[in-house]
């Protein structure tokens, strides 16, 4: 049975997030009122630029933690010193180090936990509190609710453990999808006229909901099951091991060197956002339909 992690100890505020995102929500609502800005339009106006700002952070930081983003700047860095012995040994380092922070480029079978991911788990906890409070304010739809309420116990239970953070953090890039959905927002209340514009943003995002929503799950399961280790009969590593084999080896390291919350909490994180990002893909392409054939496109889910 998995352990507990208990030899590594940050201290990244959630507090700290928190006071930040209501601060900046305050003061959005301030200006929005002395701008005359109706006060039933004022709550959720306000959201929007702590939210936004909240998602481009998170889906930002963890893409550099992937790899996805930055690495052009990297290789770029990498050529520009090839020739120097000292910037070797420096780029030597520096991929130590991303091996040691970033354990699903390693795969499953080396679980570990940086400060890096622990404070983006923190900033994320700060914000969702935050946003949890906004929405008792108002009446939104249930899966929002299933959304940031698992988010929350998963990243919090991530920072207790300090294990498995691979597939929390295989889902923080879909953060990506709340800007685009905060600019259709504003612009469908407020200028419901411009017609153009709303189709362009309801076709990006389409795009950005399939990209970071719709694939998310696939790609760090076929990930994961790409990069586990398949022993034989003599305890060596298998060569290219069949589909069951790695699912039986995925399964067996997953559930033995994990604690026991760890696995189950994350199978059930897995298996509801999987459920919520297929489900709200499906209705953006339904809503930039309704808004090509019928000129509407209801406002379903602006929470994401």
């Known amino acids: 049975m998995g352990r507990r992690s208990k030899d590594v100890k940050y201290h990244n505020s959630i507090l700290a997030p ?7 929500h305050l003061v959005t609502a301030r200006v929005l009122r002395m701008s005359g800005v109706p006060e039933e339009h004022v709550l959720m106006l306000a959201e929007k630029v702590p939210s936004t700002i909240s998602a481009v952070y998170t ?3 963890t893409m ?8 052009a700047d990297e290789k770029e860095a990498d050529r520009s010193n090839q020739d120097s012995q000292d910037n070797l040994e420096n780029k030597d380092l520096n991929q130590q180090k991303k091996r040691k922070q970033f354990h699903w480029q390693q795969g499953w ?3 570990q936990y940086s400060d890096e991911i622990d404070r983006i788990f923190a900033r994320h906890i700060g914000y969702t509190t935050y946003d949890l409070l906004v929405m008792m304010n108002k009446s939104h739809h249930p899966s929002a609710w299933v959304h940031h309420i698992f988010a929350l116990f998963g990243t919090s239970a991530m920072r207790v453990f300090k294990q498995g953070a691979y597939f929390p953090s295989c889902f923080l890039p879909a953060e990506a999808t709340v800007a685009i959905t905060n600019v259709l927002y504003v612009v469908q209340k407020y200028y419901p006229g411009s017609h153009n514009l709303i189709t362009l943003l309801l076709a990006i995002r389409c795009v950005m909901f399939t990209v970071f929503r719709f694939v998310a799950a696939p790609l760090c399961v076929t990930h994961a099951l790409r990069n586990v280790t398949v022993l034989g009969a003599d305890g060596k ?11 039986r080896a995925f399964s067996e390291k997953y559930f ?17 956002f999987t459920g919520l990002n ?6 953006t392409y339904r809503a930039l339909w309704k808004h090509v054939k ?5 406002l379903n889910i602006h929470h994401i």
């Not at 928190?18 to 900046?24: E, M, N, P, R, S």
């Not at 590593?237 to 069951?244: G, H």
Request: with cysteine; glycine share 8%; net charge positive.
């Open 64 to 71: 550099k933690l992937f790899g996805i983003i930055g690495a």
């Open 59 to 61: 889906a930002t930081q």
């Open 237 to 247: 590593p298998r060569i290219n091991p069949t589909l069951m084999e790695r699912i």
């Open 18 to 24: 928190f006071a930040v995102y209501t601060g900046i």
């Open 294 to 298: 019928q000129g509407r496109a209801k």
């Open 109 to 111: 079978d080396q679980p």
């Open 278 to 283: 297929t489900w709200w893909t499906l209705l």
């Open 256 to 272: 033995r060197t994990l604690h026991p919350v760890v696995s189950v909490g994350t199978c059930m994180n897995v298996a509801i």
